[in-house]
C-alpha cells in the first residue's frame, strides 16, 4: 500500500516538474545597435534582448541560456558543448521570475560580472544576428530569431503579438516604438475580444447563434453517447436470461402512484415531516435478502487472546 | 484641568464623526431595508432561506456607514477580514466549490434514463443567449451583457463566476438578482407554462423511466467531462467541480469525500459567498439605472427559458410516435434551479391530472440545465474574456 502511495506520489512529482512553463518563453525584441535609447544600471547603453513571458503563469527565466552563436543549432553538439557556447541567466535573481505577460531585458554587453542582467556577448551591428534562446538543459530550443542586418540605429527588431495567444509578426520598430521590458502593444492593431464583438454584432445575434449552437453540440454529443449506452444496457440484460435480476423492470417494479404521491408530499413539507415521511416510505420500500440465521464465529488469534491465555494458565498452573 | 477636557471634546466631537449616523447617506438606508426584506422573505416566506439570509443580512453589513480612514474594516479595503472572504468571489473560486458541492448532491439518474432529456435542458439556455440580445439592445458592453444574460440559466454560482470575470462592476447586482429570481421560480414559470400548453398536452403520461445501473453511473461524470470540456475548456473550473463531485457521490468509495463536499464544504461555502455578495451591494455600486435594467432583462430572461424549454418539448414531440411523448409541462425545468423547477412542473401535472407524477421526469431536464448554464457560461467567457 505503502509503495503504491509512493509511485503515486512519484508519478505526481513527475508531472508537476515536467509542467514547468519553459516553453512559453519567447523573445521578443532585439536592438542591436542603442546609441540613445536604453541605458544599464552602469550608464552604458549596449544592445539588449527582450524575453516575454507568453503564458498565464509565473515563470523563471534563471537557468535558461541566451546565445548568438548559431553553431549552437547542431544536433550533433552535446549538451555540454552547447553550454559552453551560451551565455547562462543566473538563477536566484528574483527578477527573472517573469510574471504572466511580462518580459525582462538582457544586456549583451559581454560583461557578466556587472550582474544578472548582462551576457557574456555582444551584438553586432550592421550584419544578419542569430539569436537564440534555450531551456535549461543546454538541449531543448525555446525560441530563436535572425535580426536583419539593416536595422537602423536605435531602431528594434520586434515581435508583435496578441496579448492572448502568441502569434508574432516580426517588424523593425522606430525608436518612438521601441519598449524594452514591456510587452510589444498590439492594441493599436488587435482589437479586444469584447471590441471585436461590439463592432461585428451589435445586434448579439451571432453570439446567440454561436453560443447556443455550441451548447447544443455538447448535450447532443451527451445525448448520443448515453442513447447507446442505454441501448447497449438493455440489449445486455436481454442477453443476459440466467440472472433474475438482470431482466428488464416491467411496470409493476416501479413504485406505484400511491408511492410517488408521498415522494412527492415529502418533497413540499419540512425537515421533520420529510424525516417521518421517508422512514415510513424505508420501511415500506426496503427488501432484503433472505438470510440463513445461521450466524459463524471463527476463533481468531491476537496478542490479546495469547495474554489472556497466559493469565488463565498461570492462574491454573501456579 | 482645561486642557483635559479640551482633549476630551475634541476627541468625542471627532469619534462622532466615524459613527454610523454621522456618514449614514440615504442610499445606506435603502439597501439596509433590501437587506432586511430579503430576510423577511426567506424566513417569513421560506424564499431560498439558505441563501435570501446570508445575502439579506450582508447587504446590511456592506451598507453600515463608516469613515475610510484606513480601519481595514471594509469589503473592498485591502486586508480586511471581510475582503479576504470577498476574494473567493473575486477571484471566483467560490462558485466551483459549491458545483463540486452540487455535483456531490445531484442524482444524474433520471437524465441518464432518458438521456434525450439533455436537449431540452440546452433549449432552455436560450434564456441566457436571448437575454444578452435584450442586454445588448439596451447599450450594455458585450462583456456586461453576457453577465447579466447568464442570469437566464437560474444559476447563481454560475452567474458570480462569470460576473467576477467579465464585469466584476456589475457582479452584486447580478448576484443578487439571479439569487432572487430563484427564489421567485415557482411564481414566474406557471403562468409561461400555462400559456404555452393545452390540456391534452398537460395531461400527457410519461413512460416509466428504465432503470439505470451503476457503472453507466460512473461513467457519467467521466465521459460528461470530456466531452463538455473538449468542446468548451472554459468552463472547466465548473463542470470540471460539478463531475469530479459527482465521481465522488456514485463511486460508492468516496462517500466520506461525497458527504463533506455536498454538506460541510458546500454549507460554509454557501454562508461566505452570500455574505460577501451581500456586502459588495453597497449603495453607490447598487442603486444605479443598471441595476434596475439588470432586473428587467434577468425577468425577461427566466421567462424566455422557461418559454424555449416548453417550446422545444413540443417541438420534440412533432417527432416522437404515440407513446413516447414528453410532456411540456417538464420543459421549464430546463433551467438549473434544481430541484424547485422540477417539482413546479409536479405540481402542476397534479393539477391538471391527479394521477400524473411528473417530478422524476423533469429532474432530466433540470440537472441537464445544470450542465447547460455552466457550458453556456464557458463558452461566453471563452468568447470575451
Not at chain 1, 20 to 28: D, E, T, V
Not at chain 1, 235 to 243: L, V
Not at chain 2, 101 to 127: R, S
Not at chain 2, 247 to 269: F, H, M, P, Q, Y
Request: with cysteine.
Amino acid at each position: 500500500m505503502h509503495r503504491l502511495t509512493l509511485i503515486i506520489l512519484g508519478l505526481l512529482t513527475a508531472a508537476t516538474v515536467s509542467g514547468q512553463g519553459n516553453a512559453y518563453l519567447r523573445i521578443s525584441e532585439v536592438q542591436t545597435r542603442n546609441v540613445s535609447g536604453l541605458v544599464d544600471e552602469y550608464g552604458a547603453r549596449p544592445g539588449w534582448i527582450e524575453i516575454l513571458n507568453t503564458s498565464w503563469e509565473t515563470i523563471d527565466v534563471g537557468g535558461c541560456y541566451l546565445t548568438t552563436d548559431p553553431s549552437v543549432t547542431d544536433k550533433r553538439l552535446s549538451a555540454f558543448q552547447r553550454e559552453q557556447r551560451m551565455s547562462l541567466i543566473s538563477r536566484g535573481d528574483p527578477r527573472t521570475k517573469l510574471g504572466p505577460k511580462r518580459a525582462i531585458v538582457f544586456y549583451a554587453d559581454g560583461q557578466t560580472n556587472k550582474g544578472t542582467l548582462h551576457l557574456n556577448f555582444k551584438l553586432h551591428p550592421g550584419r544578419a544576428c542569430f539569436v537564440a534562446l534555450y531551456d535549461g538543459n543546454g538541449e531543448e530550443l525555446l525560441d530563436s530569431v535572425t535580426v536583419p542586418a539593416q536595422l537602423q540605429t536605435n531602431h528594434s527588431w520586434a515581435a508583435m503579438s496578441p496579448i492572448t495567444h502568441w502569434a508574432p509578426q516580426w517588424i523593425d520598430c522606430p525608436p518612438q516604438r521601441v519598449t524594452p521590458a514591456v510587452i510589444n502593444s498590439t492594441s493599436n492593431q488587435v482589437k479586444t475580444k469584447v471590441e471585436e464583438f461590439k463592432e461585428q454584432d451589435p445586434y448579439g445575434v451571432a453570439m446567440a447563434l454561436m453560443g447556443m449552437g455550441i451548447v447544443f453540440a455538447c448535450l447532443t454529443l451527451l445525448y448520443l453517447c448515453f442513447q447507446l449506452f442505454s441501448y447497449l444496457m438493455t440489449r445486455n440484460s436481454r442477453c443476459s436470461k440466467t440472472s433474475p435480476a438482470a431482466q428488464p423492470l416491467s411496470q409493476g417494479d416501479y413504485p406505484s402512484p400511491e408511492v410517488q404521491a408521498v415522494i412527492t408530499l415529502a418533497l413540499s413539507q419540512t425537515d421533520a415531516t420529510m424525516a417521518v415521511i421517508a422512514l415510513a416510505l424505508r420501511d415500506y420500500l426496503d427488501i432484503h435478502d433472505q438470510e440463513s440465521g445461521v450466524i459463524t464465529i471463527t476463533p481468531r488469534n491476537s496478542p490479546w487472546t495469547d495474554r489472556s491465555g497466559e493469565i488463565l494458565r498461570r492462574k491454573l498452573n501456579p | 484641568m482645561d486642557s483635559l477636557w479640551s482633549f476630551i471634546a475634541t476627541k468625542l466631537a471627532d469619534f462622532l464623526t466615524y459613527t454610523g449616523f454621522a456618514c449614514m447617506m440615504p442610499g445606506n438606508l435603502v439597501m439596509i431595508l433590501v437587506g432586511i426584506l430579503f430576510i423577511w422573505l426567506a424566513i417569513r416566506k421560506n424564499f431560498e432561506p439558505l441563501l435570501l439570509v446570508p445575502i439579506g443580512f450582508g447587504i446590511i453589513l456592506g451598507n453600515i456607514p463608516f469613515k475610510a480612514i484606513g480601519l481595514e474594516i471594509g469589503i473592498y479595503e485591502d486586508n480586511s477580514v471581510l475582503n479576504f472572504f470577498y476574494s473567493g468571489v473575486v477571484d471566483g473560486w467560490y462558485p466551483p466549490l459549491i458545483f463540486l458541492g452540487i455535483g456531490a448532491l445531484t442524482d444524474f439518474t433520471a437524465l441518464l434514463a432518458n438521456p434525450k432529456l439533455l436537449l431540452v435542458g440546452g433549449a432552455a439556455q436560450f434564456g441566457i443567449f436571448g437575454a444578452y440580445i435584450l442586454a445588448v439592445a439596451l447599450g450594455f458592453e458585450p462583456n456586461q451583457a453576457a453577465s447579466i444574460a447568464i442570469i437566464g440559466g437560474a444559476d447563481g454560482p454560475t452567474a458570480i463566476f462569470l460576473s467576477s470575470k467579465l464585469a466584476p462592476n456589475l457582479m452584486g447586482a447580478i448576484a443578487v438578482c439571479a439569487y432572487s429570481y430563484m427564489a421567485l421560480v415557482p411564481l414566474i414559470q406557471p403562468p409561461v407554462m400555462r400559456l404555452l400548453t393545452n390540456q391534452r398536452e398537460r395531461t400527457i403520461h410519461m413512460k416509466p423511466a428504465r432503470q439505470v445501473s451503476q457503472r453507466e453511473r460512473i461513467l457519467f461524470p467521466i465521459i460528461g467531462l470530456l466531452m463538455t470540456t473538449f468542446i468548451v475548456p472554459s468552463g472547466l473550473p465548473l463542470l470540471g467541480m460539478l463531475f469530479f463531485g459527482n465521481l465522488l457521490k456514485e463511486s460508492t468509495r468516496t462517500t466520506r469525500l461525497a458527504n463533506t463536499a455536498g454538506n460541510a464544504l458546500n454549507d460554509i461555502v454557501v454562508m461566505l459567498l452570500g455574505l460577501t455578495v451581500g456586502c459588495s451591494t453597497q449603495a453607490s455600486e447598487f442603486l444605479t439605472k443598471d441595476t434596475l435594467f439588470i432586473f428587467a432583462i434577468g425577468a425577461l430572461s427566466f421567462i424566455i427559458a422557461t418559454a424555449s424549454g416548453v417550446l422545444f418539448i413540443k417541438l420534440m414531440n412533432v417527432f416522437l410516435p404515440e407513446g413516447r411523448k414528453l410532456n411540456p409541462l417538464i420543459g421549464n425545468a430546463g433551467v438549473s434551479a434544481v430541484p424547485m423547477s422540477a417539482r413546479i412542473s409536479n405540481k402542476l401535472g397534479l393539477e391538471y391530472d391527479k394521477t400524473n407524477y411528473l417530478l422524476m421526469h423533469a429532474m432530466g431536464p433540470n440537472v441537464a440545465g445544470v450542465i447547460g448554464s455552466a457550458t453556456a457560461a464557458g463558452v461566453l467567457l471563452g468568447f470575451l474574456n
